[in-house]
């Protein structure tokens, strides 16, 4: 079984947490991510929490989802999904419309910001323009009456596991972007929260800059053993950073998993083209006699699984899983059409159309481009079967 | 970069032209003007004019209500400033928070603006009458029986009362906007470092409104010193008496009232460098404590 790499920036670690479910341990950073203890208390519970505007508009419908120690939850999905809503209620900058946050055990939703035990980094990073580096990360602690020894004692070892000591006495506006979110990351720090917050912290950076800063973050939590969400819409870093993912779609949770698992077992249609880049195939079939029609025509493609009730599915089949072959070389498979070519680097892409619909295939840039009439196979085990109407998994 | 030089053109010079000839027409012009007739003493009915040196300028400042002007102007201006900033500022903080967001009550907030000033100054009058005026009742009621352009202090007070409102309207626009420019997040921040608001407001926000605020002063004070001179004019019906006079309005009462063109000039030359020897003072020692992002 061949897995094939990833968009080009971020092919080796998308890879590794790539792997499929049965190999986790492949995956160093998983490894690393050993999950807490069950019997802990979750530091974050957000239960069945409605965010309603009063015009009417609702940002989520009744999300639950807990955090456990340590742990490193990433809220992904399109924007106007209701992830980030979801965090600033956490945060305490909007209301609970109904139900229940709780942090460390203590209910939270009539509790100010500053006194939710909680550290936030902003997508501008919103670092105060008229103050130091210095003066940023004390802020917070000085407004707590923090003594202020204590304070510099803080500060000093924040700016040095930041390595941001040689701009202490900086104004933001002289910082690069990439120093500017380390002071953010290090004014989340210095106050020792039980919950850091993230609110699509790496936006705002170029592509090189992105990747080893989610790195770092990555790092540093662990380091730390400080409970986060992350809030993204970009896969890659969700899958790379977390411990867990919440797919949200619509204010609601389309799925809650390990990057790995919600990689291999897609919960929905939704999730299964949100997450893997390129994104899954999605080929509308029909389920008749125990066979796959698959467009116009049947086609011995792959034998659906058993128990399943005919009718019409979504196939999914997620590109670097399919292979395109020479009609000559094996026989059976669904014709293939190859229309372009993009080559990756280490992999290149095949674009082309099979029984109707546009399908995307990854295959090793070291083969030769199939040539000739090709169709398109794939491993019935790699098969993924969604309902045609609602999208869920089958 | 390719360095790109323009050939000679008269077009730069023509489009400045109208704002050139403004500039010398109604300043340079008057200015000099008045640089050369303070050294003169004029003779109003004749139009002879002896060469005096700085007499004009003895005369007039060792004059006896040349200090209690000069006094005045400065607590004039003073209660100005912070009257006017002090309100305009509480009341841009208290539109802000209702309007993050709603630009339709902004515009609505605007038009405030519109006031034509001479028409602000009139209702002031109206308001400190001392028979129909609202303010006069109010502060009768207070057990003050005020007496505007009677009693100095009374003068005084109405004076600064109708000249700071008449300036609100302009600081709270600017306060407003600057308020409105401070971004979300950035208050948001605030919010999660610490929790008493007012301590947020003097601690962020006010320092980034810092620009705004120097700006304003800079204008307010120009405001109280110049621009004033309709308000006490109006309030004192070209009648002094022991009313209270700005060095501006004491300008117009000594060269037109007076017809000592010559002490006149001088007290505006002395006017102009207190002006320019105020804005230096402001730009070197308050601009440096001004954040500008």
Known sequence: MTVTLDAAANAAANAAVNAPASAPANAPVIAAAAAPAASA????????????????????????????????????????????????????????????????????????????????????????????????????????????????????????????????????????????????????????????????????????????????????????????????????????????????????????????????????TFVAAFIGAPAMNLIPAELAGGALRIGAEAVPFAAPPAGMAPGFVTLGLRPEKARVVPQAERAGGLPFTLDAVEELGASRLLHGRAAGADVVTAADAALPIPQGPLALHADPADLHFFDAVTGTRL | MKKVQFGPSWTPYLLLAPQLIIVALFFLWPAGEALRSSFYLEDPFFGNATFVGFDNYVDSTSAADYGRSAQFTAVFTVSICVISLGIALALAVSADAVLRGKSPYKTALMWVYAIAPPVAGLIGVMMFDQHIGPLSDFARWLGWEMQVGVSYFDTAVAMITVAAWKQIPVNFIFFLSGLQGIPNSLREAAAIDCRSPARRFWTVVFPLLAPTSFFLLVINITYAFFETFGVIDVMLKGEPGNNPVTLVYKVFLDGFRGQDLGGSSAQSVILMIAVFALTIVQFRLIERRVHYS
């Open chain 1, 41 to 268: 208390e979750p530091t974050l519970v957000i239960d069945g929490a409605v965010k309603r505007y009063p015009n009417g508009a609702v940002a989520v419908r009744g999300v639950t989802i807990e955090v456990g120690q340590g742990e490193l939850v990433v809220f992904v999905g399109p924007s106007g999904c209701g992830k980030s809503t979801l965090l600033r209620m956490v945060a305490g900058l909007e209301d609970i419309t109904e139900g229940e946050i709780r942090i460390a055990g203590r209910r939270v939703n009539e509790v100010e910001p500053a006194e939710r035990d909680i550290a936030m980094v902003f997508q501008n990073y919103a670092l105060y323009p008229h103050m130091t580096v210095r003066q940023n990360l004390a802020y917070g602690l000085k407004n707590r009456g923090t003594d202020k020894a204590e304070i510099a004692r803080k500060v000093a070892e924040a700016a040095a596991m930041l390595q941001i000591e040689d701009f202490l006495d900086r104004k933001p506006s002289q910082l690069s972007g990439g120093q500017r979110q380390r002071v953010a990351m290090g004014r989340c720090i210095v106050r020792d929260p039980s919950l850091f917050l993230f609110d699509e912290p790496l936006s705002n950076l170029d592509a090189r800059l992105r990747t080893q800063m989610r790195l770092e973050i990555r790092k540093l939590q662990r380091r730390l053993k400080v409970s986060a969400i992350y809030v993204t819409h970009d896969q890659v870093e969700a899958m790379t950073l977390a411990d867990r993912i919440v797919v949200l779609n619509g204010g609601q949770v389309e799925q809650v998993g390990a990057p790995s698992e919600v990689y291999a077992r897609p919960a929905s």
